[in-house]
């Protein structure tokens, strides 16, 4: 049986390893044990961000789109009620884009709604 010399794949492994790293600071970008750990931890917040990303998109469109149906006299629960009552399918990013790019259409969008938002118990109570 033949004898195995692993030299080459092992230096193959520890450069991959290592340009993985390169642009750490200091041994983490240098020493092949540092490097491994780092890139180790590093691969992982990614994974993890990678999914966080998406919660934290939702949450930014959100926010915007909540102040701009306040700045139109409505909630933003009451915003969203409204435009399924409607029947208007329009997702959370686009609304946010209409809220941050063309303020007529949402301003458009935030009256239909308006007109289409059930009064609940509270809100009779309220009136009476």
């Known amino acids: 049986m033949a004898r195995v010399k692993r030299a080459v794949n092992a230096q193959k492994k520890r450069r991959a390893t290592l340009e993985l790293a390169s642009g750490y600071r200091g041994q983490r970008s240098r020493l ?14 990614a994974y993890r961000d990678r999914r ?7 949450q930014l469109w959100i926010t915007r789109i909540n102040a701009a149906a ?5 909630t933003y629960n009451r915003f969203i009620q409204g435009l399924k ?3 208007v399918e329009v ?7 209409l809220a941050v790019n063309d303020a007529a259409a949402f301003t458009a969008l935030a009256e239909l709604a308006k007109q289409h938002v059930t009064t609940g118990p509270s809100d009779e109570k309220k009136s009476a």
């Open 32 to 45: 092949y044990r540092k490097a491994k750990e780092q890139t180790l931890h590093s691969l992982n917040y």
């Open 70 to 74: 306040r700045q139109n006299g409505v």
């Open 52 to 58: 966080a990303r998406k919660g934290d998109f939702r």
């Open 85 to 87: 009552a409607a029947g």
């Open 91 to 97: 997702d959370r990013k686009i609304l946010a884009d």
